[in-house]
């Protein structure tokens, strides 16, 4: 069973960075993308950062582009994001999920919440 454990948010200034971790266990992540999502009160769930284990796909969503950057370890199979120059529109819980590929986002970690103050 896979299982995702995020860790890292907190309570920050604008301006200010994060980095969240996320650790997989439960199956060998070759064949994985693990991505970052988030959601904010009364919005939907969006996508954030992706990466593949083997680090030829990478993806981010336009609003965090310049200011996030995703990274992987295999040996530790975890998953980092590294938030900078936070916004309070940042504020957030942030999910970390994998996928099998071909697939979809099946497995979720329980979120970590990032807040941004003025």
């Known amino acids: 069973q896979v299982q995702l454990v995020e860790s890292g948010g907190g309570l920050v200034q604008a301006g200010g960075s994060l980095r969240l971790s996320c650790a997989a266990s439960?199956?060998?992540?070759?064949?994985?993308?693990m991505g970052w999502f988030r959601q904010a009160p009364g919005k939907e769930r969006e996508f954030v950062a992706g990466?593949?284990?083997?680090?030829?796909?990478?993806s981010y969503a336009d609003s965090v582009k310049e200011r996030y950057t995703i990274s992987r370890d295999n040996a530790k199979n975890t998953v980092y994001l590294q938030l900078n120059s936070l916004k309070p529109e940042d504020t957030a819980i942030y999910y970390c999920?994998?996928?099998?590929?071909?697939?979809?986002?099946?497995?979720w970690g329980q979120g970590t919440q990032v807040t941004v103050s003025s």
């Open positions: 999920a994998c996928r099998k590929v071909p697939g979809s986002w099946d497995y």
């Open positions: 439960g199956r060998t992540f070759s064949n994985y993308r």
């Open positions: 990466i593949s284990w083997s680090g030829g796909w990478i």
